[in-house]
């Protein structure tokens, strides 16, 4: 009964969720302007500490949303909740002038379980895309004299990505899975121009929604030495647009002379094929060493923003993990650290967005015997250039997940 109430105490967390459309805004980024925001690269469990990387690591002890393969691997008779946190202040940087900013909120709710012996599924509900940005004081001139207005922009949101994963172990071996994505969400775009007697307020809602499939595949080649492989389908986004147009006399708190709502389907956003691949061994004892890459196909896209072009992406993580022999017995916490580099999927006036991170963490250990664990990250991040008037960001991100696992459909027995 319990184990019931844990589930139905999880779909209640995802129902407020489906009904507004959106985990709230998690990026303070200008970057986040573009397309459909800044990318959201933070899991359940430990891969935030180890570079982002998990493609080949099966699910035992934690939720791994890198490869669906990997939730053949969930125990029997468990199940297991992840809840994680996010903290990030940014430093943004263009030509001589610098703000600071800060984020934070959650960064999603999991739910893992078996289905056979050999099988297991998966429901992960995270943040796809993420949407905070505010450019303030732009100046234009009045078409056909010479005074000028001033235009205020800000825009929230991003899209979820509701994830149902299924995994098969064919063998002790070889396991398999697919993924089946509904992403969905809403971007909001407010502007304000302020004439000399008069001011025009645009508010713009953007929908999005649409369904993506994938298949993974792992292969242990010895005990600790895997490979894994992922896919996932392109996405034609279907959006529709909400448009509102207010017209005050004075300042936005004067009289409304007028509105105006306009609704349209705007044309496909499309989601590129993705493919990638994965590595993990122990390197020495006691010390595990991972290795991802990942590439996207936004060039097949044809698809360009108003001020960038789309380009391919190419993701490269490699995480290092120091997991004491006896730490089941002994409450030893894991170690890990982690490099990631991501090439960006935009180019504005011939310069790439391209970043890079560095993290660490650990893993404190709360059930010895069923392996519950409090999964702690920080990473320090660069993105972005001054150069070509764009903008330069330095970012610390703390993330806190905690991975509870229960034992499932275990009966009591009382003399």
């Known amino acids: 009964m319990k184990n019931k109430l844990a589930f139905i105490h999880f779909l209640g967390l995802l129902w407020p969720i489906l009904m507004n459309g959106q985990l709230s805004t998690l990026s303070s980024s200008p970057y986040s302007l573009y397309g459909l925001g800044v990318y959201n690269y933070q899991t359940p469990g430990k891969a935030n500490a180890l570079g982002y990387t998990g493609i080949a690591d099966n699910s035992f002890g934690s939720i791994n949303k890198l490869n669906p393969a990997s939730f053949a691997g969930i125990p029997l008779n468990t199940f297991t909740y992840d809840v994680g946190l996010r903290y990030e202040v940014q430093n943004l940087q263009q030509s001589y002038e610098s703000e600071t900013k800060n984020s934070g909120n959650f960064s999603g709710i999991s739910f893992a379980f078996p289905v056979t012996e050999k099988s297991g599924m998966g429901i992960i509900l995270a943040p796809y895309t993420n949407v905070g940005y505010e450019i303030s004081d732009i100046q234009s001139n009045i078409e056909g004299t010479d005074e000028i207005f001033l235009t205020n922009v800000e825009g929230h949101g991003g899209l979820n990505d509701l994830n149902l994963n299924y995994g098969y172990a064919f063998s002790e071996n070889l396991r398999v899975g697919l993924s089946s994505s509904f992403l969905f969400g ?203 008037g764009l903008v330069r960001e330095n970012y610390h991100l703390l993330t806190l997940n905690l991975s509870l696992i229960g034992n499932w459909f275990t009966k009591r027995r009382f003399y």
């Open 186 to 388: 809403k971007i909001t775009e407010n502007e304000y121009n302020y004439f000399v007697n008069n001011t025009l307020y645009l508010r713009e809602d953007n929908s999005y929604s649409g369904f993506r499939f994938g298949f993974g595949i792992q292969y242990d080649f010895f005990k600790n030495t895997s490979l894994g492989a992922v896919v996932n389908s392109p996405v034609n986004l279907k959006s529709v647009q909400e448009q509102e147009i207010f017209q005050y006399r004075g300042g936005i708190t004067g009289t409304l002379l007028g509105t105006e709502t306009i609704e349209t389907s705007n044309d496909d956003f499309i989601l590129p094929l993705e493919i990638g691949m994965g590595f993990k061994t122990e390197l020495i004892k006691e010390l595990m060493i991972s290795a991802d890459y990942r590439h996207e196909f936004w060039d097949q896209t044809n698809q360009t923003d108003d001020i960038g072009d789309f380009i391919d992406r190419d993701f490269y993580g490699l995480g290092l993990e120091y997991l004491p022999e006896n730490r089941m017995k002994t409450k030893a916490m894991e170690y890990r650290l982690g490099l990631k580099y991501d090439s960006g999927n935009m180019n504005f006036n011939g310069e790439n967005v391209s970043g890079y991170g560095l993290s660490t963490g650990v893993g404190i250990p709360l059930n010895l015997s069923l392996g519950s664990m409090i999964n702690l990250s920080y990473t320090y991040g660069d993105r972005g250039t001054i150069s070509n």
